[in-house]
């Protein structure tokens, strides 16, 4: 990926999670420590290896720790607060006043994937820019794919839509390639499909992978980006998922 791309590029990192599985509800996930940093500093550093021209975090609980963490370690960063936590798709509109309308694409991470490679991450702009997508999502194959999102193609290979767990019907909950929650989306028509998002689900959420059906219905072109480094999407939910990620950290660091 070049600097120039980075120049028409925003990124929004969605940091507003309470995480209480983790085991210390008065921390906000994003903060955990690994290997000495917070999970939100490793993410952040990805986003600024990609010399994007904005970078937004979207913090809600703990909000103010996040903020403090963020503004006075990256001052070119901006925060927006999810005051209620209605869902992924909900938290990225809060940053839609911070982005601005020139700017071609946005790139989504969380907050709590603390492993992405600035490799992969411009494989993935690579992939969206030379396909010449309105949406291209991250994905991977994994031998247990519970808790994540599935990805789901037609019988040509293409993208067809994400489903979340709770809504998987079993012969989707079987599938192995799973949704990331990393996405490159081209900025406008991002916030005009968010606006058509509805929270009909089993969380009653506002899911930001009901974009892709959006945007696929009205024949945008939306792709699936596959990585076969699964251990770089390692979500932290759990304490398990922590201590993995410190695991797979240190192979990697080791691997160098």
Do not use: W
């Amino acid at each position: 990926m070049s600097s120039e791309q980075g120049k028409d590029l925003a990124v929004v990192i969605m940091a507003a999670g309470k995480g209480k599985r983790m085991g210390n509800p008065d921390l906000a996930k994003v903060l955990t420590l690994l290997h000495g940093k917070p999970l939100l500093q490793y993410v952040v550093d990805q986003a600024s290896s990609l010399k994007p021209a904005r970078v937004v975090v979207v913090v809600g609980h703990q909000h103010m720790a996040v903020r403090e963490f963020v503004t006075s370690r990256y001052p070119n960063a901006t925060c927006v607060l999810q005051s209620e936590q209605l869902g992924t798709g909900h938290a990225v509109q809060q940053a839609e006043s911070e982005i601005d309308a020139a700017l071609a694409n946005v790139l989504i991470l969380s907050g709590d994937v603390p492993l992405l490679t600035s490799t992969t991450l411009g494989e993935l702009l690579d992939h969206h820019l030379e396909h010449d997508a309105m949406l291209t999502v991250l994905s991977t194959t994994v031998p247990d794919p519970t808790g994540y999102g599935r990805i789901i193609r037609d019988s040509s290979g293409a993208l067809q839509s994400i489903i979340e767990q709770k809504d998987a019907s079993p012969q989707q909950a079987a599938v192995n390639e799973i949704n990331s929650g990393v996405y490159i989306v081209r900025a406008q028509p991002l916030f005009d499909a968010l606006d058509r998002v509805r929270n009909a689900n089993a969380q009653n959420e506002y899911y930001l992978t009901d974009i892709v059906g959006i945007l696929k219905s009205e024949h945008a072109r939306v792709e699936a980006f596959h990585t076969s480094r699964s251990e770089e999407v390692h979500g932290i939910n759990t304490a398990e998922d922590l201590a993995r990620a410190s695991v797979l950290l240190q192979s990697s660091a080791q691997a160098c």
